[in-house]
């Protein structure tokens, strides 16, 4: 199996940029398929972004598009999330997420893994 870990988040104004990065352990970081999903407060978890095994392959919600960007290194055995242009309803509680299968997934049911999170908080 694999762990998860999340860091970068923080409080920042809207407009902002923020850098989230998930650093995983144990097996073969390169063997899972990577997501992105956030938390609001009384809201489900949605999906933010996902990318292939490779990185060669990624997805965003629609509600992010042109804003971030999701990347990894996987000699670093790390995942990247690049967030620019916040907005105060991005803020919510950040997670990672792993697949051990190849594509790219945006149901949260599709992914083995979970780190504890991150929160975000844009103020306007």
């Known amino acids: 199996q694999v762990q998860l870990v999340e860091s970068g988040g923080g409080l920042v104004q809207a407009g902002g940029s923020l850098r989230l990065s998930c650093a995983a352990s144990?097996?073969?970081?390169?063997?899972?398929?990577m997501g992105w999903f956030r938390q609001a407060p009384g809201k489900e978890r949605e999906f933010v972004a996902g990318?292939?095994?490779?990185?060669?392959?990624?997805y965003n919600a629609d509600s992010v598009k042109g804003r971030f960007t999701i990347s990894r290194d996987n000699a670093k055995n790390t995942v990247y999330l690049q967030m620019n242009s916040l907005k105060p309803e991005d803020t919510a509680v950040y997670y990672c997420?792993?697949?051990?299968?190849?594509?790219?997934?945006?149901?949260?049911?599709?992914?083995?893994?979970w780190g504890q999170g991150t929160q975000v908080t844009v103020s306007s």
């Open positions: 990318i292939s095994r490779s990185g060669l392959k990624s």
């Open positions: 997420a792993a697949a051990d299968t190849f594509g790219v997934f945006t149901r949260s049911r599709e992914y083995d893994y």
């Open positions: 144990g097996r073969t970081f390169s063997r899972y398929s």
